[in-house]
């Protein structure tokens, strides 16, 4: 399972909610491993329609947020909890992620094993 914290809701829901006409509860997260980063691999994190969920993703739903991941990916997501961070240094999205042997310096990368 891949959850988000109430910040991270609360972002995503903003986000949005002002970048687009269609309504708050209609919202699909696609979170994802990909190849690539300074530690192997990188986080994928987008949001998508709902043509673009395939039969083989793995839905979870939070806070009327739909989250899709694939198969691969979820082998390396699975626990992981997307929070958000509003400093005054830093801001954005971070993921904590048990299965994450090593980080890289900017959370944006990682490596399993």
């Known amino acids: 399972m ?7 809701s609360i972002e995503l829901k903003h986000i949005v909610a002002s970048q687009s006409s269609d309504p708050v509860e209609t919202i699909i997260i696609r979170i994802g491993a990909v ?4 530690s192997g691999l990188m986080y994928d994190f987008n949001v998508i329609d709902q043509e673009n969920i395939s039969s083989t993703d793995t839905i979870f739903e939070q806070e009327g947020i739909k989250i899709a991941c ?19 240094m830093e801001r954005g999205f971070i993921f904590n992620n048990p299965n994450a042997s ?8 990682f490596t399993c094993g």
């Open 2 to 8: 891949i959850k988000l914290t109430d910040k991270a």
């Open 35 to 38: 190849g690539g980063g300074c």
């Open 70 to 88: 694939d198969a691969k990916s979820l082998l390396f997501l699975d626990g992981t909890e997307v929070d958000f961070k509003d400093e005054l």
């Open 102 to 109: 090593s980080c890289c310096g900017c959370q944006k990368s």
